[in-house]
């Protein structure tokens, strides 16, 4: 069974880090673009950021443009997604995605809370 097994959330003051982290089980991904989305109660599920498959590119919603880092590590399967500067509104469930050519792929989700 494949799957995508997400750590690293928390709870977390505003302006403090968090380093969140995915890495696939039954299968490799190295080949293609890994993602990160997140989802804020009462919200639709949104963009974050991705990265390329070789991680020579990467976009980032405007939201977190400046304050979040997406990375692969050496052998291209895992991705990671190191969140700066954390603000409230960043607040929501965080999903890591594969998008294959026959399937999407998504990690169970990692609840990232930044309050005072």
């Known amino acids: 069974q494949v799957q995508l097994v997400e750590s690293g959330g928390g709870l977390v003051q505003p302006g403090g880090s968090l380093r969140l982290s995915c890495a696939p089980s039954?299968?490799?991904?190295?080949?293609?673009?890994m993602g990160w989305f997140r989802q804020a109660p009462g919200k639709e599920r949104e963009f974050v950021a991705r990265?390329?498959?070789?991680?020579?590119?990467?976009y980032y919603a405007d939201s977190v443009k400046g304050r979040f880092t997406i990375s692969r590590g050496n052998a291209k399967n895992t991705v990671s997604l190191q969140m700066n500067s954390l603000k409230p509104e960043d607040t929501a469930v965080y999903y890591c995605?594969?998008?294959?050519?026959?399937?999407?792929?998504w990690g169970q989700g990692t609840q990232v809370t930044v309050s005072s």
């Open positions: 039954g299968r490799t991904f190295s080949s293609y673009t």
């Open positions: 990265i390329s498959w070789s991680g020579g590119s990467s």
């Open positions: 995605n594969v998008q294959t050519t026959t399937k999407d792929y």
